[in-house]
């Protein structure tokens, strides 16, 4: 039996340099960063002043005003993003077709703001008089189950939390459930929120940029030394092809292979050879059945950390050989920051947007080149190039990694 | 100093139900007229336990179905 083909038909993206899948994609052909100094909260505290922080979102615009005073911030922005994105699949959702849509969301930290404000009002007003309302957002998937209880999405509801390849891992799970004939449409999603909690975590590790120098988000440059932490929330309406064609669908592209592994080594350290990266890259391209010289870009999931961007570099020229020197190579954390778990799908919304545009985003910031990622950087400057097929990769130190492979629809 | 309970009461449930307080009538049924839902109910009686510091014991919550009922058994508690 033929495999079923899935498809991307809709996307919605509310990132740090642009709201709506337009203004992310003008911005990213620009090279506009959307990193700033923090305004939500003081970071009076801390050496690193800076986040991919979203301004200007206004999630009564997408969601309208009522319904909107129990959410938290990771819902808005998740739900404001699917709301884009169905629209923009032109998806009817009704009694009619409600069960053969689910909704599959990456996040890792999206409820922890809900859990400080849970435990804070229990510490400040004691456990008989705490707001019951904040319980809850307090659970990992409060987002996701926001998207179902807003447009009535009930085919099923998962919440992937991997970590950094959260989002691409959420994917999969769509795809393969699409692929079983389980379901026949899943908004597939990437969220995670800005929060003194989640900041202050980060820190904590030693993951920030500027702790010795200039805070920036310099994936590839030999100055690079951390993270700049983004926030932000992308969702991707995908389908059996069949079903999209007979709702004569736009398609963005075809999602052609795909792969998730893990090579935990210890707790927050890399494995040193980046294993489970070339194994994803591999057999996402097998998957793909396209040969590795078809490929013609590579949205990376390099963000600044020194051990990542080395192993990326690693993993890339290991898996495409000589050929890896050839390929534009780019990241988009340079723009945006890492916003973690939502770093896979905003990837996965920036290639279909190189495929629909024939561009290849550029890496930003980029001034002194490392010998340890010799590659081509697509430094500074967009590239306007056809593009057919990209491979967008997603890996952090937890273990998880993913990769994907996303081409043209023919 | 006198205090409107039922004002401020009725300002604490348009905020939470998100209808204006000159809709809401003293006498209109949370579940059937205002379509409050489990959560939201919950949310109103934690609210005015909250303001008033008084804990309203679980078998008398299905009894407060308006706003007056809520006044009335807050000036009630305030008395004792």
């Known amino acids: 039996m033929r495999e079923r083909r899935i498809v991307i038909t809709g996307l919605g993206v509310i990132a740090p340099n642009g709201i709506g899948k337009e203004a992310f994609w003008d911005a990213l052909k620009e090279g506009r960063s959307g990193i700033r100094p923090v305004k939500r909260f003081d970071t009076g505290g801390f050496k690193c002043k800076l986040a991919g922080e979203i301004e200007g979102f206004m999630p009564e615009r997408f969601l309208g005003a009522k319904g909107l005073r129990n959410l938290d911030r990771s819902s808005r922005l998740l739900c404001s993003a699917a709301k884009l994105a169905i629209d923009d699949a032109g998806l009817k959702i009704d009694d009619g077709n409600t069960d053969d849509i689910g909704v599959c969301t990456g996040t890792t930290l999206s409820s922890l703001w809900s859990i400080a404000e849970f435990d804070k009002e229990i510490i400040e007003e004691g456990p008989l008089f705490t707001n019951a309302a904040l319980f809850p957002g307090t659970v990992i998937n409060a987002a996701s189950s926001q998207v179902s209880i807003f447009f009535n999405i009930q085919g099923f509801n998962t919440t992937v939390s991997t970590g950094y390849s959260s989002s691409l891992d959420a994917l999969k799970y769509a795809v393969d459930f699409i692929r079983m004939g389980r379901i026949k449409a899943v908004l597939v999603g990437g969220v995670e929120s800005l929060s003194l909690a989640n900041f202050t975590g980060f820190n904590s590790l030693g993951f920030f940029s500027g702790t010795s120098g200039e805070a920036l988000s310099c994936p590839f440059d030999k100055r690079r030394d951390g993270i700049i932490l983004g926030e932000g929330a992308a969702v991707a309406v995908i389908e059996d092809e069949e079903y999209a064609h007979n709702r004569k669908a736009r398609v963005y592209g075809e999602i052609k292979g795909m792969c998730s592994s893990f090579d935990a080594f210890k707790i927050g350290r890399y494995n040193p050879v980046a294993e489970g990266l070339k194994k994803s890259m591999k057999k996402a391209l097998m998957n793909s059945g396209l040969d590795i010289s078809e490929i013609d870009h590579i949205s990376a999931s390099a963000n600044s950390v020194p051990d990542q961007d080395r192993l990326e570099s690693e993993a890339i020229k290991g898996v495409f050989g000589r050929l890896g020197y050839n390929i534009p190579v780019s990241s988009i954390k340079s723009m945006i920051g890492e916003t973690f778990s939502a770093g896979g799908l905003m990837q996965v919304a920036a290639s279909a947007g190189s495929i629909a545009h024939n561009f290849v985003p550029p890496t930003i910031n980029y001034k002194f080149r490392d010998d340890d990622c010799d590659f081509d950087c697509v430094e500074n400057k967009f590239r306007i190039s056809r593009i057919n097929n990209v491979l967008v990769n997603n890996f952090g130190p937890g273990g998880g990694s993913a990769s994907v492979v996303i081409s043209k629809y023919h | ?80």
């Open chain 2, 1 to 80: 100093m006198t205090v409107n309970f039922e004002e401020e009461i009725k300002e604490m449930v348009s905020e939470i139900i998100e209808v204006p307080v000159e809709r809401l009538a003293a006498d209109a049924d949370f579940f059937k007229d205002l379509d409050v839902d489990s959560l939201k109910a919950i949310e109103i009686v934690a609210a005015f336990e909250k303001k008033y510091r008084i804990i309203i014991p679980e078998h008398e919550i299905p009894n407060i179905k308006n706003i007056r009922q809520i006044t009335e058994y807050t000036k009630n508690l305030k008395k004792d």
